[in-house]
């Protein structure tokens, strides 16, 4: 296949995810179920071409922007307080899952090398939030489980990555050293905290000098690659260094970025990851696809991977559970007894965490690049795939009905926790600024009032913020002069809303909320001027 048959092949590929998203939300399904049919169709799909993909490359394309993606709208407030917990799953979880995956793997599989098993696990460990996250913006979780959820989908793609890269060397070099890896990875660790720091913090640099919003936007682009290239370079994580310098970028992008370049570069970022995420998943069908070209009419698959593959999707549903239950009850025994749990909250907060496992993309990404000398590299693709198969059409399609059967939906906050203003009370407080800003501003230097309508606007609006009421119409007004007033009012709104956020009193979902209410504002006013 020539390179032009190469790019009209992926052009039909991405017509093809086109045609499942929309097919996923007629049915009202997550997306995910949707790509893995359409991978399945792929892979069964007679007269297909083979197409080859160089494994190193799946990695360097697909997974930095992922990464960068996750980290910069991580919850930061959330994420701090509930860091013991989300640890205890990104890290814990996932070495838990990589171990007893890779056991069950070398007990279905004996011929396969240990380190290729726990190599398998390690694959499979990281759940995947993407489908999840579908569904928990329809129904109101306790915000634990909420934060643990989000907080656990940014961190378990790293340590998965680099069990998988230990697993991965021992698998094709013989050798491994308990020891020396828990150093390196201390190492790789440390300097991609240390390296994700600093380009954070240059690229912030550098990005409050550009004034041009097609170059900003840009380098916001590169520096996923830019992170996770350099990291890989310099010979510390890459996969770190991206989360890190994704983590610094997010927590300062209402500094950063313009109202206009904020809406445009999510816009362009939100379609970048569409695309990246769909097109693994149809990829994997084409090697799905190659597999079963190479095994047609042997038998090998109900032979020797069913029985295994069906082993391996129970080691890891079944380790979750487990991990769930013995990490909540450890941390249920050390409280006092006036803040336990009963057992209904008890079980249905290991039931919910549980179920929410599904795995996705990130697998997806590894699985395709495992390197063409890894011994039992098809079972292992299959293994991958078959375990997304069952988590996203069993887990991701009954998530809800899960949620609902176990009353969580109607739970309230456990007592100890931050209470966050509603996105009504932190609106009432945005619009009370704004109307002391155009207090001062609507008279001039003579005492004589000259934006009168601005000032009885805002108090309209202050008014039926105050009431939990509908935003009021969009600004009007021709003359230049009341839009840069406009523009000071939104200025000001905008520091009470960092304000609130930077003081832990808002949510980061009201913070998006309203910070992009405030964007419009502005690129209206923008506008005006021009």
């Known amino acids: 296949m020539s390179n032009v048959e190469r790019f009209e092949f992926i052009l039909l590929l991405i017509v093809l995810i086109v045609g499942l998203d929309l097919a996923a939300r007629k049915l009202r399904l997550p997306p995910a179920t949707a790509l893995v049919l359409g991978g399945i169709a792929i892979a069964l799909m007679p007269g297909l071409p083979v197409i ?8 360097i394309v697909f997974l930095p922007p992922l990464l960068l993606g996750g980290a910069y709208f991580s919850v930061w407030h959330a994420f701090r307080a509930n860091l013991a ?23 279905l599989i004996p011929s396969m090398p240990w380190a290729g ?40 793609d790293a340590s998965s990555l680099v069990l998988y890269r230990f697993a991965t060397i021992a698998a094709l070099t013989g050798a491994f050293s308990l020891v020396n890896a828990g150093v390196t990875f201390g190492l790789l660790a440390a300097g991609g905290l240390v390296l994700g720091c600093v380009l954070g913090w240059v690229w912030i640099r550098l990005l409050h000098r550009v004034r041009d919003r097609i170059l900003s936007i840009t380098m916001t682009l590169l520096l996923p690659w830019v992170a996770y290239i350099g990291g890989e370079r310099i010979g510390v994580s890459g996969v770190i260094t991206t989360v890190v310098a994704g983590l610094v970028l997010g927590w300062r992008q209402h500094d950063v970025f313009s109202a206009d ?76 007894l006036e803040m336990r749990p009963d057992w209904h909250m008890f079980s249905s907060f290991v039931v919910i965490m549980g179920w929410c496992g599904m795995r996705g993309v990130v697998s997806l990404a590894i699985a395709l690049a495992l390197p063409e000398e890894m011994p039992n590299r098809d079972i292992m693709e299959i293994a991958t795939f078959v375990v997304i198969l069952v988590t996203v059409l069993g887990q991701g399609t009954t998530i809800g009905w899960v949620i609902r059967m176990m009353g969580e939906e109607r739970a309230q906050q456990p007592k100890g926790l931050w209470h966050y203003l509603s996105v009504s009370q932190a609106r009432a407080l945005v619009a009370r600024s704004q109307e002391s800003a155009i207090r001062e501003l609507a008279y001039g230097a003579d005492g004589e009032l000259i934006h009168g309508h601005l000032l009885e606007q805002y108090s309209y609006r202050a008014e039926l913020a105050e009431r939990f009421s509908h935003e009021p119409e969009a600004l ?15 200025t000001a709104g905008r520091k009470e809303l960092l304000r609130l956020h930077r003081t832990g009193a808002i949510h980061d979902a009201v913070l998006h909320q309203l910070e992009h209410e405030l964007d419009l504002q502005q690129m209206m006013a923008e506008g005006g001027l021009i």
């Open 52 to 59: 080859g993909i160089d494994p190193d490359l799946v990695l």
């Open 476 to 490: 009007q007004g021709h003359q230049d002069t009341q839009h840069r007033v406009v523009l000071a009012i939104i």
């Open 117 to 156: 098993c726990f190599a398998l696990g390690a694959i499979v460990a990281p759940p995947d939030a993407v489908a999840a996250k579908a569904v928990l913006r329809r129904v109101s979780l306790p915000e634990r489980i909420t934060t643990l959820l989000e907080g656990e989908s940014l961190l378990d």
């Open 261 to 336: 370049e904020r809406l445009r570069w999510a816009a362009v970022w939100e379609v970048l990851v569409f695309l990246l995420e769909s097109l693994v998943f149809v990829l994997i069908g084409t090697s799905l696809h190659a597999i079963a070209l190479r095994h047609m009419g042997t038998g090998w698959v109900v032979q020797d991977v069913f029985g295994p593959v069906a082993g391996i999707v129970a080691a890891v549903l079944i380790s979750r559970f487990l991990w769930m239950f013995v990490t909540e009850g450890l941390r249920v025994v050390w409280l006092p």
């Open 85 to 107: 917990g989300i640890l205890q799953l990104a890290i814990g979880g996932v070495a838990f899952t990589t171990f007893v995956v890779g056991v069950t793997t070398r007990w």
